[in-house]
């Protein structure tokens, strides 16, 4: 079963706009954590934010911040004033933590392209 | 930039050969995943190295193979490769001693199996 769920078609955002990329994930562990990365079309996975599941707050990186809402299964993330260079490939991933597990479950990503 | 490194960064193969994709992990890191994101498709994980063992694999069959040395890189090796096997190989590193083992990624390297 799909452990990540990302399913938005690609998405144009207008520059200096913000833009918010849904994910929602299945676990029954309480304990987990979820990762934001982005790749653009050079191909590398560069990590953005997490979230653990037992976090009260919603985390915050730079323009980078995570909506969680645990009861909703959902981690969306919101990418503030949009720059040209936020082009690219959205992945969210899920880290669930049992012993002796560290693998990334990852979604299919979300396409953003900023137009200026 | 993340630290770490992957060689090579782009390869040509033919079905039944075998390769060998080799990644260097970030310093103080002694965990590498390696994943395999076919064209349009999220990463999938292959396997783990903690301490120069597995620790853990995805839904891989056995000729998919790794090592991890005790500088804490790491080599994916694939036998008798198939069509299917064109993707992007990526591996990442991470330490289990950090609060979010979060996982680092290299550039990458794509493989096209002809």
């Known amino acids: 079963a799909q452990k990540i769920t990302q399913t938005q078609p690609g998405m144009f955002v207008q520059e200096k706009e913000a833009v918010t990329l849904d994910c929602t994930y299945d676990t029954s562990d309480q304990s987990y954590g979820l990762f934001w990365y982005k790749q653009p079309s050079s191909g590398e996975m560069i990590f953005l934010i997490y979230q653990g599941s037992y976090d009260e707050q919603n985390a915050t990186e730079g323009r980078y911040s995570l909506n969680f809402q645990k009861a909703r299964k959902s981690a969306n993330l919101v990418i503030s004033a949009s720059q040209l260079g936020d082009s690219a490939m959205y992945f969210c991933a899920m880290r669930e933590d049992y012993y002796g597990n560290n693998r990334l479950a990852f979604g299919k990503g979300n396409q953003v392209v900023v137009i200026p | 930039e993340t630290g770490v490194t992957q060689s090579p960064t782009h390869l040509i193969k033919t079905r039944g050969q075998q390769v060998t994709l080799r990644c260097s992990s970030q310093?103080?890191?002694?965990?590498v995943s390696w994943y395999q994101q076919a064209l349009g498709q999220g990463p999938q994980f292959i396997f783990q190295y903690y301490r120069e063992e597995e620790n853990g694999r995805g839904n891989f069959p056995p000729r998919f193979s790794g090592l991890q040395f005790p500088n804490y890189s790491s080599e994916l090796n694939v036998n008798a490769l198939e069509l299917d096997d064109s993707a992007l190989y990526l591996c990442?590193?991470?330490?289990?001693?950090?609060?979010?083992?979060?996982?680092?990624f290299g550039p990458g390297t794509r493989l096209l199996v002809l």
């Open positions: 990442a590193s991470s330490s289990p001693s950090s609060e979010q083992e979060t996982q680092y």
């Open positions: 310093s103080g890191h002694n965990t």
